[in-house]
């Protein structure tokens, strides 16, 4: 199981490099991923526009746009998330949302939670 965990990781952050973002924190967070013998939800907070999910499940959230199509993640949770380009997690990566880190965003309408 541990092993499936690191290889969706791995693959994620290879996604994130090659479409051109920085993932030295991306980096991080795989090897925190890594160590974790069991696979868990997020534990913390994660907001996105005005829905706030305590202790997220890991998984794909779509965005409802609020205003001019800009959206807000605030991940106050021990791991790290993913925007994306498209509804249900397809298409590209738009930008790595660290934990503790919050973020406006107009491209994306998905956001990520991983494990």
């Not at 993640?73 to 660290?98: K, R």
């Amino acid at each position: 199981m541990r092993s499936k965990r690191l290889a969706l990781t791995v693959g994620a952050l290879a996604v994130l490099g090659s479409a051109g973002l920085a993932v030295p924190q991306a980096a991080h967070a795989a090897v925190h991923t890594a160590t974790h013998a069991a696979v868990h939800d997020s534990t913390g907070t994660l907001t996105i526009n005005e829905d706030t999910y305590s202790d997220p499940t890991t998984g794909c959230y779509n965005t409802t746009p609020v205003g001019d199509l800009v959206n807000l993640v605030d991940n106050q949770t021990d791991g790290g998330v993913i925007i994306w380009s498209e509804p249900s997690c397809l298409g590209q990566p738009v930008q790595w949302v660290a934990p503790g880190d919050s973020i406006d965003f107009t491209k994306g309408t998905s956001v990520q939670v991983l494990p």
